[in-house]
């Protein structure tokens, strides 16, 4: 993928999510328990829904960042029960990549197994906040796969956000806004969503825990 025009796509991206994130209007809560809230509204991207989740886990953000980051071989593919696999096809800087991450079957094999490629920019902020800023792009090394969907998501990403005077908690702010394609019922991908953003949650929040054992 050309380096210009990745830079161009990335910044673009980095300021969809910060304004998701400052944009506290038309959200309606779908899921709440254990500290963490998901709320959705309609997408403007593509007809189907913006998912935003939000809780505290206890951690620093550095280590929260480690457990949630974009990274070859990294601790996602340990914790996070959707993630089957993650590689870098493209590396433009340290912070701006091409990505394909794998999603193994869900909701009772009613969602079979995925494939994402997505341009990734990871964003540090003067406040200490660690983000990551994704989008689905082409990439002509990796056109579909047989055994997978080749899903598209939408401009997502996180927050690891600084609790001020608490240094061992981080906010985690999310944002899902993926098309999954290939003809699911409306239904099942609208409750997949909130459940699978709560584990997401839970499961972050015992690897970090991992850290101080």
Same mark, same amino acid.
């Given at each position: ?26 959200? @309606? ?33 550095? @280590? ?12 996602? @593919? ?136």
């Amino acid at each position: 993928m050309d380096p210009a025009l990745a830079a161009e796509m990335g910044e673009a991206v980095a300021r969809t999510m910060l304004q998701y994130r400052r944009d506290a209007s038309g959200w @309606e809560t779908c899921r709440e328990g254990s500290g963490v809230s998901v709320s959705w509204r309609p997408s403007a991207e593509f007809p189907g829904n913006l998912y935003r989740g939000e809780g505290v886990v206890w951690g620093t953000p550095e @280590e929260v960042w480690d457990c949630v980051k974009p990274a070859a071989g990294g601790l996602r @593919e340990k914790w996070d029960e959707n993630v089957t696999s993650f590689e870098i096809i493209q590396s433009i800087t340290d912070t701006l990549f091409v990505s394909r991450t794998c999603t193994p079957s869900a909701a009772m094999k009613l969602i079979s197994p995925r494939d994402f490629v997505d341009l990734v920019l990871v964003r540090k902020y003067e406040d200490g906040t660690i983000s990551s800023n994704a989008t689905h792009v082409e990439h002509p090394s990796w056109p579909p796969k047989p055994g997978f969907v080749r899903g598209f998501n939408h401009p997502c990403g996180c927050f690891c956000e600084p609790l001020p005077g608490e240094p061992s908690k981080t906010k985690l702010i999310t944002f899902f806004q993926t098309d999954l394609s290939g003809f699911l019922p409306r239904n099942v991908v609208d409750s997949f969503f909130p459940r699978s953003m709560a584990g997401f949650y839970a499961n972050l929040q015992k690897m970090v825990k991992t850290f101080h054992h």
